[in-house]
């Protein structure tokens, strides 16, 4: 998965496109950001910066915000994990 595919992988587990930020900072949103270190995934609040964690690999960072917000769904009951 890379930056460009992302947004199509939330949209069909149920995230609303206003919960996430590719490519710019913005409040109230999980952002992913690229810059010549590698990639960052964080929550932004009023300016600041929460569950801040920093990938070299573009993949793994789309995949760990995928995971984060995939268990969001799960937790709120819009997705559910099927059972054997």
Avoid at 9 to 19: E, S
């Amino acid at each position: 998965m890379n930056v460009e595919q992302l947004p199509e992988w939330l949209k069909k587990i149920g995230v609303p496109d206003d919960v996430v930020s590719l490519g710019e900072e913005t409040d109230q949103r999980w952002c992913l950001l690229a810059d010549d270190k590698g990639y960052e995934v964080f929550w932004q609040e009023q300016g600041n910066r929460y569950d801040w964690a920093r990938f070299d690999d573009e993949s793994v960072a789309c995949h760990y915000l995928f995971g984060r917000l995939a268990w969001a769904q799960v937790a709120r009951g819009s997705l559910s994990v099927p059972t054997a």
